[in-house]
């Protein structure tokens, strides 16, 4: 491709933020502005998007770019972006979330233009990431994402916000740095010629013996903690917990996806050994995320906790559809992502009003909210529906397949996760029943149902929720135009 | 016969500089720790003079510079006194007392 | 011809225009009061899809043999060598066929009815753009069950329908024992669903692994005109046989056969018309439905075949009994409909599918009555409780004899609609004992249940319509007959019940009995019987259970008939039997034991792992860091020669380092 | 060659010893005004630094060479022994240090007009400059240990210049004695090298030929060697603060004036390093010859042996340094401790001894040139405004003062390594380098890297109470600049850069633009360090090649 839209992109993004950081009160506009011209771009991407699929044997990607940036012998790393069908529909996540955050936390009036500047920052980290096919652009844009998220969880944050944002930025870190040993060592032990995708996919075969299976380990364990997988996952939920709404949404819709989409591209697309020495370990951490996230959102008060729960969970399902290594389950996991990102963020959005609302989280305290304020409920409800994979709404079609793709490769183990199926739905009706239904308790005296703007933001969320759960095939053939559609490599 | 009797000096100095890092453990008098310093320092020198006078086959060997050496660091060391002395005087001025142990308000 | 035929196309709209409905309704909401808050919008929607779905029904008697499909490609991946061959498609199709025209006239026809009914029933309530919008979707969702032609579009208008039952029984939210009502249903149902999505993977599996093309096309029933039904039976029949149980689970929790039952009755917190229309004549009978699909074009081992047939003929007198003892009104005609259930479950476990489809048809028409009658009741008297009801047959002419019709329907009396599709089962299954004896408890159980059926709806019946007028002073007096909204469609379903089981002696309408005839694609594999199935009968078999069901009235009439109350029980195992019965076998209280204290008690549990040891590893982590740091600062003493001493210490550590640590170390690691 | 050249040569140090010597008449005339010696210091480090431009032949000064190109990176004539030997990458580590001093100098001019000692103070400073100049063109053991001493005394004096404050009296008294004792131990391990080699020439003790055929000729354990080595890490290492050496340095910079504490850990800190690299990179790359140790270890040579105890001493330094700075209330201790742990992460690329850990390392250096003076300056500033000694008093500053926290914050981030900034770009550098060497080194990247995710608990501890904190009512703060909503902005944006007009409320231009400079500086390598590292790169494959 000629046209270089994704360093265009990435400039526009930059521009937008540092306006926003500089425009005062206006930032809200020029974040808006941003956004917009964001999903443009990113419509653009689309409209011309074609994979170019594979060059002896190797994957190559669109709009990619490459210029020198360090090339000292020994260590050649060059500025190298592009994306294929499975960067797409995250980008597309990303900007869907970027325009929606901005809009629900619209009234922000503390430092609008810090608060802003960071909702940008984070978002622009996360089409870093996606879009970067060099060792150290993905690691430099996977660290950038930390710093605003640090900045939003301790400054925009609950009452325990300083311990909770210190927490998360401490124990990521460390995630990131043994990755990054992983990523280094997978590029200096196979002699690759650059830190670039294309030639440390190529130099991996020279991998010898136990190495793929150590290397794909540390690269597991930083992109796991993302995800997070159980029993890196208490970062979570303090982090939501103490987030403020804008930044749950970004939490939960983006940076858990930074996991698995760095599992894909970097992890089994690049060390197949490794990954087949190690996929029993996936399997079991994958099961046993699944069941402790559905059980443990089952036990919790607070419904922002529940809801994080909610998300170990669906992203346990995301990393098993992952590690069953089947077409039909790599476009399963890419869709539940993409699906995940949207439905988490809308229920967060949710309990974020909630708690504007009704001054409280705490589930048991609060009763028949469903007559006081119903569009609330209608989103939650659409929401926890959307959740717990019900037709027509958007996980349904992935959780079936991701499913489906499970039997095919492990036969009975899919007991688990069907089983699994009735806790959450457990949790979301029982949630329901207490939250919304049954007779008015804890209600405040001035109850007001949400804003305008929060019903734009979770507006758009329902329409992408139903869209794609109605016609998921729109978003299943740009999954497939990608290695995944020729899987396995 | 030489290399044992240089083992011997060298054994000399050494323990001039054990006594100096003895000294220097143990005493809390600014001006002794001085002193024990100029021992260390003296220690030095006189290994230079030694292994100057005692050739080791070497094709680089050059008795010469190891006694210039000697010299310089005489002087180094005078300079160093200087300024030691210079800040016994100020800290003199300041607490009153040239105890080192004294002097302990930056700690942890 | 060819215009019948070309209506095929057009399936697609029959729940088109319900969804349509919906969208309207739920875009403009309370801006529609004009139109009873869409009420009427409901009505004329659902008209126009049973019009059109009695239109293709009418085609599919005058054109059989041929049909249309329509298909969207839902969700498709191209080939891999992992996994699907020649590719992978999820598709959405309509598959017009004779199982699927008769479900479409049962469908549009009590759906049509029963939002007509509403527009009276439900006149006083609020929230009414909501009831009219779900209702209007669940009229979707369930017409897109009977359409649908694979297993996933099958499954996916399944969830939909259970999801809508779940707002509708949840209706009066506001009310704590309907929101747990609702939650109920939806979990019960939901662990059905689970188990029948493993069996849908496993047919997938199965015949994708067996003809990849069959993957690559969208899982449909039927490939051409031919079933997979063979395909199937080449596979490995312990894999069918899970499959099958898997099917039967998902049904069990639809139709709410033992042990999943315990939903339905609860399910009676929703309004009456919605427990007309959902928990009497169309979802619960999907489950029925889908049994049906199941044995026409997947297949049943004969394992699977016992299975069903035992947790039908059980539910059947399982249900009856608890029917027997409770005086809710509405929850009388609950556990009546899970029984009238398990007979459908059981014919079709026996191999007779087409016969269990018959008695879904009729009872679908006179249980739909009952529930409208016993809405129009409760309408008027505002109660629930039969024994504050009474001579209501003076006050309310029309509702009675409506009621009266669905009972005899409801109990076998010819030539009421019931007996011709009850008394096929008994008969077909009886068919079977000679090579089945293992049906035999089963077979008796069905047949006890007939006089118990005949026993509590007269029972109903006498309670609240004969006797004197007012067992509760000022209840009854204002009772009146219900406006014309009501009245129409009940007299409607009473038409077809009475005349239901004769219809199918026309036979452009029997055609849709006898798939056979009408479509290759069915296989004649299994001992399918056309109802009215009387080449089977033996006289004396019907002429028994005419007699159990007359009996059953004779009874009810002795214990209640003319007002008695006499016959509250005496002795005390006869209490104690009573108390079991309402306290429904304490199967409802285990079940909230398991949800409420079990599983909530292992989840809290687990929290408490991970706060404590999870999370308690991580502060571990944080508190020795400080505490360590906290102790080593003490080492800076900020004595001089303290410092002094560090430096000599570390020279001995070089020392010491360098002299042996360091070469071991290097001789170890065999150099740097 | 003739006197004049040889002089040239030295152009720059002749320069800043004519600039020390300038200053000191200027204040013997009396003109003590800080703007006066100040700017002369600033333009003398000025020049010098243009003409080390011009040795290293950067484009557009390249014409202004003193030192023909021909004769840097070249070998020495064949059994010659200089004394000086000029390599590409000790120009480098002169420019490092003409930084450093400039960074200092320049704040330093925005203190009190009529400050005592100002001239003192400046003269100082650029004689320590000239001391570290030499180091960098060492090529002599005692050359290198004298020049290494003219850093010190001077460095000595600076702590002590104001003689009125008890606290950097005690800071001098400590500085002096634990630096003497090592200076001793120093020279006392260069006495058995010259008696095991006969001559000090650091080409000779890279040649390793004392090791080859044993000292004092005899063949057999070295013993000589190996003890002399040992001493002369256990003196270089009071320099660079490895544990446990380091004790002084805390007390030093915390007592010391800020400006000085700025110098010290940005500055004379890092001769330390490049004399590790004269000294041992010798050893570590040409000591290959095989024997017997004690207790019949072996046979093993000495340069693994070394790279081993190196390897030891860089993880206790950083593991130790950043475990005391978790918990440290006094935001220059805490300070003084992170740059304990970064000499281990430096001392990595000794350990290592390839050119690429070489090019990290030296990397790493200018990047904590930067990094620490800037973020000693800014104490230095907030100090200026009223903020106290303790991490606590710094509540809430990230809204009174958003621009200087923002190049806080910009620092912090920095010396944490994350993205963005130079410091992410050394560290990236310097850990692949480590992996790149494969072998144990791995772990060395291994533990550096957790050691550097440890580091991000009190950084972001520092941050929390710069930002997420409400402000203490104590401190009496002046009118919070750029009030206006677009200045305070920027509050938490990681990529902003203080600039002029913002130097208000007592911050004092000169001040401000330091810090300006090097928030730029940090943010402009760290996107785009291209143009550094290339000849870095180039200047640490010839110096390995050299063996020096």
């Known amino acids: 491709?000629?046209?270089?839209?994704?360093?265009?992109?990435?400039?526009?993004?930059?521009?937008?933020?540092?306006?926003?950081?500089?425009?005062?009160?206006?930032?809200?506009?020029?974040?808006?502005?941003?956004?917009?011209?964001?999903?443009?771009?990113?419509?653009?991407?689309?409209?011309?998007?074609?994979?170019?699929?594979?060059?002896?044997?190797?994957?190559?990607?669109?709009?990619?770019?490459?210029?020198?940036?360090?090339?000292?012998?020994?260590?050649?790393?060059?500025?190298?972006?592009?994306?294929?069908?499975?960067?797409?529909?995250?980008?597309?996540?990303?900007?869907?979330?970027?325009?929606?955050?901005?809009?629900?936390?619209?009234?922000?009036?503390?430092?609008?233009?810090?608060?802003?500047?960071?909702?940008?920052?984070?978002?622009?980290?996360?089409?870093?990431?996606?879009?970067?096919?060099?060792?150290?652009?993905?690691?430099?844009?996977?660290?950038?994402?930390?710093?605003?998220?640090?900045?939003?969880?301790?400054?925009?944050?609950?009452?325990?916000?300083?311990?909770?944002?210190?927490?998360?930025?401490?124990?990521?870190?460390?995630?990131?740095?043994?990755?990054?040993?992983?990523?280094?060592?997978?590029?200096?032990?196979?002699?690759?010629?650059?830190?670039?995708?294309?030639?440390?996919?190529?130099?991996?075969?020279?991998?010898?013996?136990?190495?793929?299976?150590?290397?794909?380990?540390?690269?597991?364990?930083?992109?796991?903690?993302?995800?997070?997988?159980?029993?890196?996952?208490?970062?979570?939920?303090?982090?939501?917990?103490?987030?403020?709404?804008?930044?749950?949404v970004l939490l939960a819709g983006l940076l858990l996806k930074l996991g698995g989409y760095g599992l894909i591209r970097w992890g089994i697309e690049v060390i197949p050994n490794g990954f087949h020495t190690d996929q029993p370990i996936l399997f079991v951490i994958a099961f046993v995320s699944i069941v402790w996230g559905s059980v443990l959102s089952l036990s919790q008060r607070d419904l922002k906790r529940m809801v994080a729960y909610s998300s170990i969970n669906h992203m346990g399902i995301v990393l098993l559809a992952i590690a069953l290594n089947s077409e039909l389950g790599l476009v399963a996991a890419l869709f539940l992502m993409f699906a995940h990102g949207i439905v988490s963020a809308l229920l967060f959005m949710t309990a974020g009003s909630t708690h504007d609302i009704f001054r409280t989280r705490d589930i048991p305290s609060i009763g028949g909210a469903a007559s006081v304020t119903p569009r609330l409920a209608t989103a939650m409800m659409i929401g926890s529906l959307a959740s717990l994979g019900l037709p027509a709404l958007i996980s349904f079609p992935a959780e079936f397949t991701a499913l489906l793709a499970t039997w095919q490769a492990l036969a009975y183990w899919v007991l688990i996760p069907l089983i699994v199926l009735v806790v959450t739905a457990g949790f979301y009706i029982w949630m329901m029943q207490r939250l919304l239904f049954g007779p008015t308790k804890g209600i405040p005296n001035s109850v007001h149902d949400?804003?305008?703007?929060?019903?734009?933001?979770?507006?758009?969320?329902?329409?992408?929720?139903?869209?794609?759960?109605?016609?998921?095939?729109?978003?299943?053939?740009?999954?497939?135009?990608s290695p995944v559609g020729v899987w396995p490599l | 016969m030489t290399s044992l009797s240089i083992v011997g000096f060298v054994g000399l100095s050494t323990a001039l500089l054990a006594i100096s890092t003895f000294g220097i453990l143990t005493r809390r008098n600014f001006i002794l720790l001085l002193i024990s310093i100029e021992i260390g320092m003296n220690a030095a020198i006189l290994d230079f003079l030694y292994f100057a006078a005692f050739p080791t086959g070497s094709h680089y060997f050059d008795g010469l510079q190891g006694q210039s050496i000697a010299i310089v660091l005489i002087g180094l060391a005078a300079t160093e006194v200087a300024v030691g002395l210079a800040i016994v005087l100020a800290l003199n001025r300041l607490k009153g007392s040239i105890n080192v142990a004294e002097a302990s308000s930056l700690r942890e | 011809?060819?215009?019948?035929?070309?209506?095929?196309?057009?399936?697609?709209?029959?729940?088109?225009?319900?969804?349509?409905?919906?969208?309207?309704?739920?875009?403009?909401?309370?801006?529609?009061?004009?139109?009873?808050?869409?009420?009427?919008?409901?009505?004329?929607?659902?008209?126009?899809?049973?019009?059109?779905?009695?239109?293709?029904?009418?085609?599919?008697?005058?054109?059989?043999?041929?049909?249309?499909?329509?298909?969207?490609?839902?969700?498709?991946?191209?080939?891999?060598?992992?996994?699907?061959?020649?590719?992978?498609?999820?598709?959405?199709?309509?598959?017009?066929?004779?199982?699927?025209?008769?479900?479409?006239?049962?469908?549009?026809?009590?759906?049509?009815?029963?939002?007509?009914?509403?527009?009276?029933?439900?006149?006083?309530?609020?929230?009414?753009?909501?009831?009219?919008?779900?209702?209007?979707?669940?009229?979707?969702?369930?017409?897109?069950?009977?359409?649908?032609?694979?297993?996933?579009?099958?499954?996916?208008?399944?969830?939909?329908?259970?999801?809508?039952?779940?707002?509708?029984?949840?209706?009066?939210?506001?009310?704590?024992?309907?929101?747990?009502?609702?939650?109920?249903?939806?979990?019960?149902?939901?662990?059905?669903?689970?188990?029948?999505?493993?069996?849908?993977?496993?047919?997938?599996?199965?015949?994708?692994?067996?003809?990849?093309?069959?993957?690559?096309?969208?899982?449909?029933?039927?490939?051409?005109?031919?079933?997979?039904?063979?395909?199937?039976?080449?596979?490995?029949?312990t894999l069918l046989t899970i499959a099958g149980i898997f099917l039967l689970a998902g049904a069990a929790g639809k139709s709410a056969q033992f042990p999943l039952d315990a939903w339905l009755p609860d399910a009676m917190e929703g309004p009456t018309t919605v427990s007309a229309l959902i928990h009497a004549a169309t979802m619960v009978a999907a489950g029925v439905y889908l049994l049906v699909i199941g044995s026409l074009f997947l297949g049943f081992t004969s394992t699977d075949q016992l299975a069903i047939?035992?947790?039908?003929?059980?539910?059947?007198?399982?249900?009856?009994?608890?029917?027997?003892?409770?005086?809710?009104?509405?929850?009388?005609?609950?556990?009546?409909?899970?029984?009238?259930?398990?007979?459908?479950?059981?014919?079709?476990?026996?191999?007779?599918?087409?016969?269990?489809?018959?008695?879904?048809?009729?009872?679908?028409?006179?249980?739909?009555?009952?529930?409208?009658?016993?809405?129009?009741?409760?309408?008027?008297?505002?109660?629930?409780?039969?024994?504050?009801?009474?001579?209501?047959?003076?006050?309310?002419?029309?509702?009675?004899?409506?009621?009266?019709?669905?009972?005899?329907?409801?109990?076998?009396?010819?030539?009421?609609?019931?007996?011709?599709?009850?008394?096929?089962?008994?008969?077909?299954?009886?068919?079977?004992?000679?090579?089945?004896?293992?049906?035999?408890?089963?077979?008796?159980?069905?047949?006890?249940?007939?006089?118990?059926?005949?026993?509590?709806?007269?029972?109903?019946?006498?309670?609240?319509?004969?006797?004197p007028s007012s067992r509760e002073p000022g209840l009854s007096e204002h009772a009146h007959e219900s406006p014309w909204v009501m009245r129409v469609p009940m007299l409607v379903l009473a038409g077809m019940a009475i005349v239901a089981g004769l219809l199918v002696f026309i036979p452009p309408f029997a055609t849709l009995f006898n798939p056979t005839l009408t479509s290759p694609a069915f296989p004649v594999a299994l001992p399918l019987n056309v109802p009215p199935s009387y080449p089977l009968v033996d006289i004396e078999l019907s002429a028994l259970s005419v007699a159990l069901a007359v009996g059953g009235i004779l009874v009810a009439w002795w214990l209640w008939g003319n007002g008695r109350l006499a016959s509250m029980p005496r002795s005390a195992p006869a209490r104690w039997m009573r108390e079991t019965l309402l306290q429904r076998y304490y199967v409802k209280a285990a079940y909230d034991w398991i949800g409420g204290v079990g599983v909530y008690s292992i989840a809290r549990a687990s929290d408490f792992v991970d706060r404590f040891v999870i999370d308690g590893t991580v502060r571990g982590f944080e508190r020795s860091f400080a505490g360590i740091s906290q102790r080593m600062r003490k080492i800076q003493t900020g004595v001089v020669s303290d410092y002094a001493a560090y430096v000599i210490t570390g020279l001995i550590a070089v020392f010491v380092i360098v002299l042996f640590v360091a070469p071991w170390l290097v001789s170890r690691l065999g150099g740097g | 060659?003739?006197?004049?050249?040889?002089?040239?040569?030295?152009?720059?140090?002749?320069?800043?010893?004519?600039?020390?010597?300038?200053?000191?008449?200027?204040?013997?005339?009396?003109?003590?005004?800080?703007?006066?010696?100040?700017?002369?210091?600033?333009?003398?480090?000025?020049?010098?630094?243009?003409?080390?431009?011009?040795?290293?032949?950067?484009?557009?000064?390249?014409?202004?060479?003193?030192?023909?190109?021909?004769?840097?990176?070249?070998?020495?004539?064949?059994?010659?022994?200089?004394?000086?030997?000029?390599?590409?990458?000790?120009?480098?580590?002169?420019?490092?240090?003409?930084?450093?001093?400039?960074?200092?100098?320049?704040?330093?001019?925005?203190?009190?007009?009529?400050?005592?000692?100002?001239?003192?103070?400046?003269?100082?400073?650029?004689?320590?400059?000239?001391?570290?100049?030499?180091?960098?063109?060492?090529?002599?053991?005692?050359?290198?240990?004298?020049?290494?001493?003219?850093?010190?005394?001077?460095?000595?004096?600076l702590v002590a210049y104001t003689r009125r404050d008890t606290r950097s009296m005690?800071?001098?008294?400590?500085?002096?004695?634990?630096?003497?004792?090592?200076?001793?131990?120093?020279?006392?391990?260069?006495?058995?090298?010259?008696?095991?080699?006969?001559?000090?020439?650091?080409?000779?003790?890279?040649?390793?030929?004392?090791?080859?055929?044993?000292?004092?000729?005899?063949?057999?354990?070295?013993?000589?060697?190996?003890?002399?080595?040992?001493?002369?890490?256990?003196?270089?290492?009071?320099?660079?603060?490895?544990?446990?050496?380091?004790?002084?340095?805390?007390?030093?910079?915390?007592?010391?004036?800020?400006?000085?504490?700025?110098?010290?850990?940005?500055?004379?800190?890092?001769?330390?390093?490049?004399?590790?690299?004269?000294?041992?990179?010798?050893?570590?790359?040409?000591?290959?010859?095989?024997?017997?140790?004690?207790?019949?270890?072996?046979?093993?040579?000495?340069?693994?042996?070394?790279?081993?105890?190196?390897?030891?001493?860089?993880?206790?330094?950083?593991?130790?340094g950043n475990v005391l700075a978790l918990m440290q209330k006094s935001m220059k201790r805490m300070l003084a401790y992170s740059s304990i742990s970064q000499a281990g992460y430096m001392l990595i690329g000794v350990a290592i001894g390839t050119a690429p850990a070489l090019t990290g390392a030296s990397l790493q250096v200018f990047a904590h040139v930067f990094m620490k003076s800037g973020a000693f300056l800014v104490v230095a500033a907030a100090a200026g405004l009223g903020v106290g000694p303790l991490i606590a008093d710094w509540r809430g500053l990230g809204q009174k003062r958003p621009w200087l926290s923002a190049a806080f914050a910009l620092m912090l981030l920095s010396l944490a390594g994350m993205p963005l900034t130079v410091g992410f770009v050394s560290k990236f550098v310097l850990f692949s380098a480590a992996i790149e060497a494969q072998g144990y080194f791995v772990w060395l990247a291994v533990a550096g890297l957790l050691n550097s995710a440890l580091s991000v608990f009190y950084y972001g501890r520092v941050l929390k109470v710069i930002y997420f904190d409400s402000p203490a009512a104590a401190p009496a703060v002046p009118a919070p600049e750029g009030a206006s909503p677009a200045a305070s902005g920027a509050a938490a944006g990681p990529d902003h850069t203080p600039t002029a007009p913002l130097a208000l409320g007592g911050l004092g231009y000169a001040r401000a633009a330091t810090i300006a400079i090097v928030a730029i500086v940090i943010v402009v390598l760290g996107i785009y360090p291209g143009p550094l590292l290339q000849p870095l790169a180039a200047a640490a494959q010839h110096f390995i090649r050299l063996g020096l």
């Open chain 3, 1 to 237: 011809m060819n215009f019948w035929v070309s209506l095929d196309q057009w399936a697609f709209l029959v729940p088109l225009l319900p969804a349509l409905a919906f969208v309207i309704i739920g875009a403009l909401g309370e801006r529609l009061s004009k139109l009873e808050h869409g009420g009427w919008l409901a009505v004329l929607f659902s008209a126009g899809s049973m019009v059109l779905g009695f239109l293709i029904a009418i085609g599919e008697m005058l054109g059989p043999g041929t049909y249309v499909d329509v298909r969207y490609t839902w969700f498709s991946i191209p080939p891999s060598s992992t996994g699907f061959r020649d590719g992978f498609s999820l598709v959405m199709g309509t598959l017009v066929d004779p199982i699927s025209a008769l479900m479409l006239i049962v469908v549009t026809l009590v759906g049509f009815v029963v939002m007509l009914y509403s527009i009276g029933y439900m006149h006083r309530d609020t929230g009414l753009p909501r009831y009219y919008a779900i209702l209007s979707l669940f009229l979707t969702a369930m017409l897109g069950v009977v359409l649908a032609d694979n297993l996933l579009m099958f499954f996916l208008f399944w969830e939909l329908v259970g999801v809508c039952s779940y707002f509708l029984i949840g209706f009066y939210y506001a009310k704590p024992s309907a929101a747990s009502a609702a939650k109920e249903a939806f979990i019960v149902t939901r662990v059905g669903d689970v188990l029948f999505l493993a069996g849908i993977f496993i047919y997938f599996a199965m015949y994708a692994s067996a003809d990849p093309s069959w993957a690559a096309s969208g899982f449909l029933f039927t490939k051409g005109n031919a079933a997979f039904l063979p395909l199937g039976q080449g596979v490995n029949p």
């Open chain 3, 309 to 467: 047939v035992a947790v039908g003929g059980f539910t059947t007198i399982w249900a009856a009994s608890m029917a027997c003892v409770h005086t809710d009104i509405k929850r009388v005609i609950a556990y009546s409909t899970v029984s009238q259930l398990g007979y459908m479950v059981l014919a079709v476990g026996a191999g007779f599918a087409m016969v269990g489809l018959f008695h879904l048809y009729t009872h679908a028409m006179f249980k739909a009555l009952l529930f409208l009658a016993a809405g129009s009741v409760i309408h008027a008297v505002t109660t629930q409780d039969l024994f504050k009801m009474g001579g209501l047959r003076k006050k309310m002419r029309y509702t009675a004899f409506a009621f009266l019709a669905g009972a005899f329907a409801l109990s076998g009396i010819p030539p009421f609609g019931g007996f011709w599709s009850k008394d096929d089962i008994l008969s077909s299954v009886y068919s079977q004992l000679g090579t089945h004896p293992e049906y035999w408890p089963f077979y008796l159980m069905a047949l006890a249940t007939v006089f118990l059926t005949a026993y509590y709806i007269f029972r109903v019946y006498f309670l609240a319509f004969e006797g």
């Open chain 4, 170 to 320: 005690e800071a001098a008294m400590k500085f002096f004695i634990v630096g003497a004792l090592s200076t001793v131990l120093s020279f006392f391990g260069a006495s058995f090298l010259y008696g095991a080699y006969g001559t000090t020439n650091l080409f000779v003790l890279a040649s390793g030929s004392a090791i080859a055929n044993g000292a004092a000729g005899g063949g057999g354990f070295p013993l000589l060697v190996v003890i002399g080595y040992s001493l002369l890490i256990a003196g270089l290492a009071f320099k660079i603060t490895l544990v446990p050496f380091h004790a002084w340095a805390v007390d030093v910079y915390d007592g010391a004036p800020d400006d000085v504490s700025a110098f010290l850990a940005g500055g004379t800190k890092k001769i330390g390093l490049f004399a590790f690299f004269l000294v041992f990179l010798g050893p570590v790359l040409f000591a290959k010859v095989a024997f017997q140790w004690f207790g019949g270890i072996g046979p093993v040579s000495f340069g693994p042996v070394l790279q081993v105890l190196l390897s030891i001493l860089a993880v206790v330094t950083m593991s130790v």
């Open chain 4, 1 to 157: 060659m003739s006197l004049v050249t040889t002089l040239l040569d030295f152009l720059p140090e002749i320069l800043l010893l004519a600039g020390a010597l300038l200053v000191f008449l200027v204040d013997a005339l009396g003109l003590r005004r800080i703007e006066v010696v100040g700017s002369i210091a600033v333009v003398t480090i000025l020049l010098a630094l243009l003409f080390v431009f011009a040795d290293l032949g950067f484009a557009p000064v390249a014409f202004l060479a003193a030192i023909p190109p021909g004769q840097i990176d070249v070998f020495p004539p064949a059994g010659s022994t200089p004394l000086y030997w000029f390599t590409s990458l000790g120009l480098f580590f002169q420019t490092f240090f003409l930084l450093a001093a400039f960074l200092v100098a320049l704040a330093s001019m925005s203190r009190p007009s009529r400050e005592r000692g100002a001239a003192v103070f400046y003269g100082l400073i650029l004689l320590a400059t000239l001391g570290m100049m030499l180091v960098a063109v060492a090529s002599d053991l005692i050359f290198l240990l004298i020049a290494i001493e003219v850093v010190s005394i001077p460095s000595y004096l």
């Open chain 1, 450 to 481: 949400i804003a305008s703007l929060e019903v734009v933001a979770m507006g758009i969320l329902i329409a992408v929720t139903v869209l794609f759960g109605v016609l998921p095939n729109l978003l299943v053939h740009w999954i497939v135009m």
């Open chain 1, 1 to 248: 491709m000629s046209v270089p839209w994704i360093s265009i992109t990435l400039a526009s993004l930059v521009v937008g933020t540092v306006a926003t950081f500089l425009a005062g009160r206006s930032a809200r506009w020029v974040a808006l502005a941003t956004s917009i011209v964001f999903l443009i771009e990113i419509g653009l991407m689309f409209w011309g998007y074609s994979w170019p699929g594979l060059l002896n044997g190797i994957p190559q990607f669109a709009y990619s770019e490459t210029h020198a940036w360090i090339s000292i012998g020994w260590l050649n790393i060059n500025y190298t972006v592009g994306v294929d069908g499975i960067s797409l529909v995250l980008i597309l996540l990303t900007g869907i979330l970027q325009i929606a955050t901005v809009l629900y936390s619209w009234k922000e009036e503390k430092r609008p233009n810090a608060w802003f500047g960071l909702v940008l920052l984070t978002c622009l980290g996360c089409f870093g990431v996606f879009v970067a096919l060099d060792i150290l652009f993905f690691f430099l844009f996977w660290e950038a994402v930390l710093v605003p998220m640090f900045f939003i969880i301790g400054y925009w944050g609950g009452p325990n916000r300083r311990y909770a944002a210190i927490k998360f930025f401490v124990y990521t870190h460390v995630a990131s740095v043994v990755m990054l040993v992983g990523l280094l060592a997978l590029a200096f032990y196979s002699h690759a010629a650059s830190l670039d995708f294309s030639s440390v996919y190529a130099a991996e075969p020279a991998l010898a013996g136990v190495v793929p299976a150590f290397l794909f380990v540390a690269l597991f364990f930083g992109f796991g903690v993302k995800f997070p997988i159980v029993p890196f996952h208490t970062w979570l939920p303090d982090a939501h917990v103490e987030a403020p709404t804008g930044g749950s």
